[in-house]
């Protein structure tokens, strides 16, 4: 089991910068593979950007704007966002999954965007952008 924790939603500009965070605990030491998924109000759940230790994978729509990292010393997820659009706000969360899950088209392999594929959520942090 894992658990994960959010934080660092805010209401912010449009053209600002925002980094939100997630804490994990629990057994990670057979690998992980995480994610930051977003939905908007009347919106379906949307993959941001998720990583593994050997790939990342970004939504065409944080394409060059987002960053996602990992700190495996503190057992924490960031998302780094910049350039931030008012399509930006929405409901940031957290997920992961025990083991690498990857998707592969054309012999290369990147980490999965899939929220079938994640098994443990968080409660989400709260990203609205104002123009």
């Known amino acids: 089991q894992l658990q994960l924790v959010e934080s660092g939603g805010d209401s912010v500009q449009a053209g600002e910068s925002l980094r939100v965070s997630c804490i994990v605990s629990?057994?990670?030491?057979?690998?992980?593979?995480m994610a930051w998924f977003r939905q908007a109000p009347g919106k379906e759940r949307e993959g941001v950007a998720s990583i593994t230790p050997s790939s990342t994978t970004y939504a065409e729509s944080v394409k060059g704007r987002f960053a996602i990292s990992k700190d495996y010393a503190k057992n924490t997820l960031y998302l780094q966002m910049n350039s931030l659009k008012p399509e930006d706000t929405a409901m940031y969360y957290c997920?992961?999954?025990?083991?690498?899950?990857?998707?592969?088209?054309?012999?290369?392999?990147?980490?999965?965007?899939?929220?079938?594929?994640?098994?443990?959520w968080g409660q989400g942090t709260q990203v609205t952008v104002s123009s």
């Open positions: 997920a992961a999954a025990n083991g690498v899950r990857t998707v592969c088209r054309g012999g290369k392999c990147s980490a999965s965007l899939k929220a079938s594929d994640f098994d443990f």
């Open positions: 629990g057994d990670t030491t057979g690998g992980t593979t």
